[in-house]
């Protein structure tokens, strides 16, 4: 089972009674905020949760699978994240 933004919203309805139509808005402003900041270069540090960073990966050859012919994996940015050791901690299945 995973999260989605409508699972989010549901929980905004319940918790401090917006309806579904602002829960809904407030939910996908919340997660444009994170696109624009990460599209923007910066960090987003979430405090008890982790922090998505933008990273830079250099370009280096590569191999079609198909055909076996070499081929060039042009440089780009990738967005990682990290979770927090109170995430961690809090995740952690009887380990």
């Known amino acids: 089972?995973?999260?989605?933004k409508k699972d989010i919203a549901d929980l905004l309805v319940e918790g401090i009674g917006v309806n579904h139509n602002q829960a809904l808005s407030i939910?996908?402003?919340f997660f444009d905020l994170i696109k624009a900041a990460l599209a923007s270069g910066e960090a987003?540090?979430?405090s008890s949760f982790g922090n998505f960073i933008v990273r830079e990966k250099s370009?280096?050859?590569g191999?079609?699978?198909k055909t076996g012919e070499q081929v060039?994996?042009?440089a780009r940015k990738v967005v990682t994240f990290?979770?927090?050791p109170k995430l961690k901690k809090?995740?952690?299945l009887g380990v």
């Open 82 to 84: 990290k979770a927090g």
């Open 1 to 4: 089972m995973s999260v989605t």
């Open 90 to 92: 809090e995740t952690q």
């Open 72 to 74: 060039l994996i042009s």
């Open 59 to 61: 370009a280096r050859p």
């Open 63 to 65: 191999r079609n699978p």
């Open 27 to 29: 939910t996908n402003d």
């Open 44 to 46: 987003v540090k979430l």
